[in-house]
């Protein structure tokens, strides 16, 4: 049964997250996460949102939930996220 995380922030500047997201593809992957879509709010241009599918879901949550990746966003301007975990019905 796949697993998905709908990912979603306000982002100071979204060119700027793109590359950082995109850049931290590796970490992602290494925690059971694999990265499907990513969109721009085109009513909200620094609104990012992200599709996940999940191969681990332990360690997707692990990550998620971590000190680093919440430093990692603070610094870089993310806020207002919002992590949903979505399952099949």
């Known amino acids: 049964m796949a697993t998905h995380i709908l990912w979603q922030a306000d ?5 700027a997250w793109l590359t950082v997201f995109k850049d931290d593809a590796k970490n992602r ?3 059971g996460i694999v990265d499907l879509h990513v969109w721009s709010d085109p009513d909200k241009a620094d609104h990012a949102v992200a599709l996940f599918a999940v191969t681990d879901l332990d360690r997707a949550r ?3 939930s971590s000190e680093e990746l919440a430093m990692h966003m603070e610094r870089d301007g993310v806020i207002n996220v919002s992590v949903k975990l979505l399952t099949p019905a």
């Open 11 to 15: 982002v100071a500047d979204f060119d």
């Open 29 to 31: 992957k290494a925690s």
């Open 62 to 64: 692990a990550f998620f």
